[in-house]
C-alpha cells in the first residue's frame, strides 16, 4: 500500500510531466518493494501531487529561484532495507532533476528531498481495518485487491 506525495511549486512542471513523473515513482516503488507490478499492487499504491503557491528557503520566499520538490514515500515498516532506501532516493531524485531540465546538475540535487517514512507492522489503515506487511503481500499476491478486501 505505498503511498506518494509530490510537493512542487505550482506551473512548474507541466501536467503531462506531472502524469509521467508519478508512474514513473509509483512504478519504482513497486519495484523497490518487491511487490508485483500487478492490478493488485496499482489498485492499492495512490498518488497525491501538491502544487504550492508559497515556497521558502532559508524562512524566506524563494520567489522566483530554481525549484525546490519533495516528495513524501510512505511504506509499511520492514518494505525497503535502508539500502533500498537510499537508492530509491537517488533514482526519484534523477528522475525529477531529468524532468525540470537539470539532469547533470550534481548541486541541483540539494533542491530535491525524498523523505520515507515507515508505518510501523499493524498501523496502516485501508478497507476500514489495519493491515500487517504480511497480510499486504498476500493482498497483492491476489492479484485483484478488491476482491481480496471484499473475501478478507
Given at each position: 500500500?505505498?503511498?506518494?506525495?509530490?510537493?512542487l511549486?505550482r506551473?512548474?512542471?507541466?501536467g503531462?510531466t506531472i502524469d509521467?513523473?508519478?508512474g514513473?515513482m509509483?512504478?519504482?516503488?513497486?519495484?523497490y518493494?518487491g511487490?508485483?507490478d500487478?492490478?493488485a499492487?496499482r489498485?492499492i499504491?495512490?498518488g497525491?501531487?501538491h502544487?504550492?503557491d508559497r515556497v521558502y528557503?532559508g524562512?524566506?520566499?524563494?520567489?522566483?529561484?530554481?525549484p525546490?520538490?519533495?516528495?513524501?514515500?510512505?511504506?509499511?515498516q520492514?518494505a525497503?532495507?535502508?539500502e533500498?532506501?537510499?537508492e530509491?532516493?537517488?533514482?526519484i531524485?534523477q528522475?525529477?532533476?531529468?524532468a525540470d531540465?537539470?539532469?547533470g546538475?550534481?548541486a541541483?540535487a540539494?533542491r530535491?528531498?525524498v523523505?520515507?517514512?515507515?508505518v510501523?507492522?499493524g498501523?496502516?489503515?485501508?478497507a476500514?481495518?489495519t493491515w500487517?506487511l504480511?497480510?499486504?503481500?498476500g493482498?497483492?499476491?491476489?492479484?485483484?485487491?478488491?476482491?481480496?478486501?471484499?473475501?478478507?
Amino acid at each position: 500500500m505505498p503511498q506518494i506525495e509530490f510537493t512542487l511549486p505550482r506551473s512548474t512542471l507541466s501536467g503531462d510531466t506531472i502524469d509521467s513523473l508519478m508512474g514513473e515513482m509509483t512504478t519504482t516503488l513497486l519495484r523497490y518493494e518487491g511487490a508485483p507490478d500487478n492490478e493488485a499492487s496499482r489498485e492499492i499504491s495512490w498518488g497525491f501531487v501538491h502544487e504550492v503557491d508559497r515556497v521558502y528557503n532559508g524562512g524566506a520566499p524563494l520567489n522566483g529561484g530554481a525549484p525546490r520538490y519533495r516528495v513524501d514515500l510512505t511504506v509499511p515498516q520492514g518494505a525497503l532495507t535502508p539500502e533500498k532506501k537510499n537508492e530509491i532516493v537517488g533514482e526519484i531524485t534523477q528522475m525529477i532533476l531529468d524532468a525540470d531540465g537539470s539532469a547533470g546538475d550534481s548541486a541541483a540535487a540539494m533542491r530535491v528531498w525524498v523523505l520515507v517514512h515507515d508505518v510501523p507492522d499493524g498501523n496502516w489503515g485501508g478497507a476500514g481495518r489495519t493491515w500487517t506487511l504480511r497480510e499486504i503481500a498476500g493482498l497483492v499476491g491476489a492479484g485483484d485487491a478488491r476482491t481480496a478486501v471484499a473475501s478478507g
